[in-house]
Every structure is written in structure tokens, then in C-alpha cells.
């Protein structure tokens, strides 16, 4: 047994150096992509921004009527609003194409070579490419927020700060599993992107207070979709809103079952693949 843990560790620590090579090599591949279409990196950059810039514009038109949204003030559901579209980029610069493209995958036949690979095919499947410009939307959000706390009188401590980035990263791993899950239904209906958008488009749910919402429509968007959950939970730790850790404990809960319930899903769409040439 002594002997055995320090083996191990050692494997574990070659897999994770080894996975760690494959997704830089992967970065790299993307970069020289996305560079090939300069023109194209630029539009979506531009339409992503005035895509914000809209949704803050329309967050200021209606607090041009009303102080509060229950008890959130302006600048803190602009700082929301931040949140959620850096959560939202950082999810599309990893995650979205590969999981829109699976679908695709599995219908041309590419995800049969990927099976043959000597790695974990989810993780081919979900990192094979990067989009960088979901990465610059994603700092513009930092800028909002910034400006917002500035406005808040904010002065977060550095474990707020690292809570808030912590829950951020447990947001998009929830975003991740259900886009996922929703994807590898392509295993059953060959064709899934309808459903996959659909998803993201409940993305502007989790741009607005949860206060704003009641009964069936809040327990819904909870605890089956938890879009009232993603952003809503790391700002309240920010602006000091949080009644309860109860709020941090529900999100991490909800990211583990997410997980595992597109873990389940994948497995059993895997075992029953027979390649699109059966």
C-alpha cells in the first residue's frame, strides 16, 4: 500500500501533464483559426458588444421608471448584468462550439475517429476548440462591473473577490453540464442545435434579480434550469446580499447534479453509438 500511493500520484500527475499538453496544443490550433479569419473575429467582437450595450441600455430605460427591483438598486443589477454576460462569454469561449458541433459529429461520422483516440473523448469533444473572442467580451463585463462597484462604493475583500471567481467557475460548469446533456441528445435525434440554442437563449434569465421573479417560474428556474441561480448568487456575495450560505450551497449542489446527470446521459448515449456508417 505505501507503495502504491506514490505510483499513483505519479500517474495522475503524468495524465493531468499530458492533458494539460493536448489542450495547449488545441489553444494553439484555435488561435491560428481564428487568425486566418480576422474580418470574422472583429464582427463578432463588435455584434457581441452592442449586444451588452443594449441590455444595459434596456436596464436603464426601466430603472428611468423605478428606483428598485425588489431590493436591488441600479448599479447593482448593472453589476448583474456584468456577471452574467462574463459568465456568459467565459462559457462560450470554452464550451459553446464544441457543444453546439456535436450534433455535427455525430452525424458526418468525425466522432467515430475521435473514439479510436487515446484520450477521454468528452474531453476531445468539449475542449477541442477555443473561440478567443468570447475572452475579450468577457473583459468588457470585468470593466462594467468594475464601474458598477465604483458607483456601489464597493470595496470587496480578496476572499469576496476569489468567492466571487470560485462561484463563477461553478456557473459555467453548470452552463456547461445541461448544454452538454442537451447536446448528446444528438445521439438519439441526429440533429439537436434547436434545442442546444434554445437553451442558450434562457441565458437572459439569469441577467435579472431573482426578486423579480414568483412562485412556479422561480422554483422552475431554481432548481430544474437554475438560470436564477449562475449569476445571481456570485453577485450577492459581491454586494453583500447573501442572507445565508444557503444560496453558495444550493449553486454547488446544482453544478453536482448537473454533472453527473450529463456524465449519465453521455455514458449511456456512448454505449448504445453504433457510428453513422451502421
Known amino acids: 500500500m505505501p507503495t502504491d500511493t506514490p505510483q499513483s500520484a505519479v500517474r495522475a500527475s503524468h495524465g493531468l501533464r499530458r492533458y494539460l499538453t493536448i489542450y495547449l496544443a488545441l489553444w494553439k490550433n484555435?488561435?491560428?483559426?481564428?487568425?486566418?479569419?480576422?474580418?470574422?473575429?472583429l464582427l463578432w467582437i463588435v455584434v457581441e458588444m452592442l449586444w451588452f450595450?443594449?441590455?444595459?441600455?434596456?436596464?436603464?430605460?426601466?430603472?428611468?421608471?423605478?428606483?428598485?427591483?425588489?431590493?436591488?438598486?441600479?448599479?447593482?443589477v448593472v453589476m448583474l448584468l456584468g456577471a452574467s454576460h462574463f459568465i456568459q462569454q467565459i462559457f462560450t469561449a470554452i464550451f459553446l462550439t464544441n457543444c453546439t458541433q456535436l450534433s455535427e459529429?455525430?452525424?458526418?461520422?468525425?466522432?467515430?475517429?475521435?473514439?479510436?483516440?487515446p484520450v477521454n473523448t468528452r474531453f476531445m469533444v468539449s475542449f477541442r476548440?477555443?473561440?478567443?473572442?468570447?475572452?475579450?467580451?468577457?473583459?468588457?463585463?470585468?470593466?462594467?462591473?468594475?464601474?458598477?462597484?465604483?458607483?456601489l462604493r464597493l470595496s470587496p475583500t480578496w476572499a469576496q473577490v476569489v468567492g466571487f471567481v470560485l462561484l463563477a467557475a461553478v456557473s459555467i460548469l453548470v452552463h456547461y453540464s445541461l448544454m452538454f446533456l442537451l447536446a448528446s441528445?444528438?445521439?438519439?435525434?441526429?440533429?439537436?442545435?434547436?434545442?442546444v440554442w434554445g437553451y442558450y437563449n434562457l441565458f437572459n434569465i439569469a441577467r435579472l434579480p431573482d426578486e423579480a421573479f414568483r412562485g412556479l417560474f422561480k422554483a422552475f428556474f431554481t432548481f430544474a434550469?437554475?438560470?436564477?441561480?449562475?449569476?445571481?448568487?456570485?453577485?450577492k456575495l459581491l454586494v453583500r446580499k447573501l442572507s445565508s450560505p444557503l444560496e453558495m450551497l444550493v449553486l454547488l449542489g446544482m453544478a453536482v447534479l448537473c454533472l453527473a446527470a450529463s456524465?449519465?446521459?453521455?455514458?449511456?448515449?456512448?454505449?448504445?453509438?453504433?457510428?453513422?456508417?451502421?
Request: charged share 15%.
Open 30 to 41: 484555435s488561435v491560428v483559426r481564428e487568425m486566418g479569419f480576422k474580418s470574422n473575429f
Open 53 to 76: 450595450a443594449l441590455q444595459l441600455s434596456f436596464m436603464f430605460v426601466i430603472y428611468s421608471h423605478t428606483d428598485r427591483i425588489g431590493t436591488w438598486s441600479k448599479w447593482q
Open 105 to 117: 459529429l455525430i452525424r458526418t461520422g468525425k466522432l467515430d475517429f475521435m473514439l479510436l483516440l
Open 129 to 151: 476548440q477555443v473561440d478567443l473572442g468570447g475572452f475579450v467580451n468577457a473583459a468588457s463585463a470585468v470593466a462594467v462591473m468594475i464601474y458598477a462597484g465604483n458607483q
Open 185 to 195: 441528445v444528438s445521439f438519439w435525434t441526429v440533429r439537436a442545435q434547436g434545442i
Open 225 to 235: 434550469l437554475p438560470m436564477l441561480l449562475v449569476a445571481n448568487v456570485p453577485v
Open 263 to 278: 456524465e449519465l446521459i453521455w455514458r449511456t448515449s456512448v454505449r448504445h453509438y453504433t457510428s453513422a456508417s451502421s
